[in-house]
């Protein structure tokens, strides 16, 4: 408004002097009498006159006097109005004047934002496969971008136009606030830049801010890592750690392992087969980050390796080494591939490391593969590569941050399933192997409250008590028969049941954790909002519903 304010007085004077000018030059009417235009004939005239639009003379055809002030009033008043309006152009044409006006528009979408929202920060590889989880599963996000090109991209994809976001620095304390960190709504922040220091500057921001919210951050740099330990970071995740892990795993317990992919693998996706990763040499090529997480966890076995890189200084940490890419024959063959049973690619470029698994292929089809990638538009490639894991960094992290934001008992189960013995897997993947008909499963929640509690407090009064059991049937079949699900854990204060038995009594406040097929989910919902069909499971009977019905049952 300061920038339009001087081309706005001079319409407005330019205006209004005209009108006063054309009221008082007296014209002539049809019948040659003299008169003075009206003060609304003027302001519509000079307003034709002003736009150029020019319909005519009004109301009677003007006296040369009349049209002389007119000539000399012409250029006045075009030159005001093209100096307006040239200047409101470039007002809103100015970037400035742009920035202003998406965060306004910005800011009322955060307001509008009634139920629970995570800001994620960062809208790459990572970042849209967690929107993407998020809004899977009923919960808002808001997102903040460095580059304007990747906005302007969420505004073309129907997945994601009703997101709200803003281009800016995750860093900037301002454009948390503005993105709605103090609203009591959000339920915490997700760093997930490829930028550790910025990663890092947005959990100092917001235990700063907020030192109460949940913050979940992406980091792949070990120092970087023990500093967001160091003052409170609820979640880092180090995708390269994690995946090192899921390897020693498979190597330590493939049955945990397989248990383990299943319950965090895409719903609906085909289940992966089990996997016997071998025990003996390894060549290992590249020891960056990724490397060397995988050298440690290959070293815990005891297994013997040979480090490949093309780091000089790299090497002297390992006691078997090759000065090379690991893409050449002759370095495969100087490490020993002849001998080896597993292979490594971890280097930092996509492109190599399928040039390492192919060139390896050629040189030893017996080989179990790992290979790295960085890049989402290889997947086909690394699909297609043979690979028998495949550390795909953007997956992992989406993965980890939706398990912990959307099940976080699920979190629970699986370090109790790391630390318990291969028994209890097995009898997890024979539960859930059982039901899933060879399709990852659904993860869900329940938590016994609210119309939920007050349904089970009926059916108790009813009946001496409600079990697992009762919940887990199919209230809608003749057979009564169990619903393809697995119940994984129950919570209870502090206390938790992991693969509670069918006999297992719930209590009001109880928090359920199931794997299993959807419709399962669906159906269990409704066996739980209706104490009719619960109260039918717990009889063993198919109860009529109508009073009707149930006036002449007892009768």
Known sequence: MRRMRTPLIVLILVY????????????????????????LDAAYFIAILQTTIGFGEIPYSFNPSQRLLVYCLLLPNVVAWLYSIGTLLGLILDKQFQATFLRTRFSRQVDAIKGPFYIVCGFGNTGSMTVTGLLARDIQAVVIELEEKTVRLMALNDRFAHVPAI???????KTLELAGIHRDNCMGVIATTNNDHVNLT??????LLRPEMTMLARSENQRVCDNMASFGTDWIINPYQIFATRVWLALSSPTKYLVQDWLISVPGTELRKPIEPPTGPWILCGAGRFGSRMAEQLAKHDLPMT????HQDRLPAYKNSVLG??????????????????????????IDNLSIIMTAKSLNPRLFFISRQDQRLHDELF?????????????????HILSIVTTPLLQSFMQHLIRSDDEFAQKTAHR??????????????YELKGEIARNLRYVRSKSSKVVLEHIMRNSRSEENEFLPCVCLSLERGAQRLFLPDHDTELQIHDRLLFAGRDQARRQMLWTLMDSHSLMGNVSGKHLPRGGLWRWLSKR
């Open 16 to 39: 209004f002097f005209s009108v006063i000018a054309l009221i008082s030059v007296p014209g002539t009417d049809a019948n040659g009498n003299s008169y003075y235009m009206s003060a």
């Open 167 to 173: 281009t800016g620095r995750s860093a900037n304390r």
């Open 202 to 207: 947005v959990a100092i921001t917001v235990k």
């Open 307 to 310: 480090i490949v890189d093309v």
């Open 325 to 350: 890419r690991g893409t050449e024959a002759h370095t495969l063959e100087e490490a020993g591939i002849a001998d080896a049973t597993g292979i490594v690619a971890g280097t930092g470029d996509d």
């Open 383 to 399: 699909d297609r590569s043979g690979s028998d894991l495949v550390a795909r960094r953007s997956r992992i992290v989406a993965r």
């Open 432 to 445: 859930l192997k059982a039901v899933l008909k060879n399709r990852a499963p659904n993860i869900w929640v």
